[in-house]
């Protein structure tokens, strides 16, 4: 079974630039979260989406932030303009149960 | 909203000492989650614990949620250097997501 997956790894932008991430979660995953880890400091949600709808979006910074997840499987996280503070590593997680997996993370570096 | 704090923040210790993380609430948690995230890597499920005073063990690790359910420990035996990375322990509040602990990050020397 193929685990969540997202894209790019990595990317570098420069402040004022757009930027949007991509996740693909396990087949079947109704439930789908973004988090966020700034160097060194916990992990912080950003929302879920159970199937394509936005259960919870409580954890958006502000408005730059946007999440869709179109026809209720992968989701694309669009931040624009990008900030300085947006720097960081994006996680997306996938669950059915109360065992939430997570994909490889998306290094964002705002410069 | 609900949540944990985790300590240390930092650990180091020699290949083959012990080593512990704790996790404490002001509130009483429903469950408690325990997560793994190598450097560089991505978290990665380790257990949950539901039960007041549960214990749990996977082979050098053990798993302990308190008796009034408001805080929770991690404990390696015998560390090896493949147990170095940050461990976070989470609230799963249901319906929505995880409230992360800070983490406590592991460094073994051999």
């Known amino acids: 079974e193929a685990g969540v997956t997202q894209f790019p790894s990595h990317s570098v932008i420069e402040k004022g630039q757009t930027v949007t991430l991509r996740c693909d979660p396990i087949s079947g995953h109704d439930n789908l979260y973004w988090y966020r880890r700034v160097m060194g400091k916990e992990i912080k949600f950003l929302l879920h989406f159970v199937k394509e709808s936005k259960q919870d979006e409580s954890g958006m910074p502000n408005n730059r932030f946007l999440a869709e997840r179109t026809g209720g499987t992968y989701s694309t996280l669009k931040v624009q303009p990008a900030e300085l503070e947006d720097s960081g590593v994006y996680f997306c997680?996938?669950?059915?149960?109360?065992?939430?997996?997570f994909g490889p993370g998306t290094r964002l570096t705002v410069t | 909203g609900q949540q944990v704090m985790q300590i240390p923040q930092y650990q180091h210790v020699q290949e083959g000492e012990d080593f512990t993380t704790y996790c404490n609430s002001s509130?009483?948690?429903?469950?408690i989650q325990w997560y793994k995230q190598r450097p560089g890597g991505h978290p990665v499920f380790l257990i949950q614990l539901v039960k007041s005073g549960e214990v749990k063990k996977q082979k050098r690790l053990t798993f302990q949620f308190g008796e009034a359910k408001k805080n929770s420990s991690l404990h390696i035996t015998a560390t090896q250097t493949t147990d170095v990375g940050t461990y976070f322990c989470?609230?799963?509040?249901?319906?929505?997501?995880?409230?992360f602990g800070k983490g406590t990050t592991l460094s073994v020397s051999s």
């Open positions: 997680a996938s669950s059915q149960g109360t065992e939430q997996y």
């Open positions: 509130t009483t948690l429903s469950n």
């Open positions: 989470a609230v799963y509040q249901a319906g929505t997501a995880l409230i």
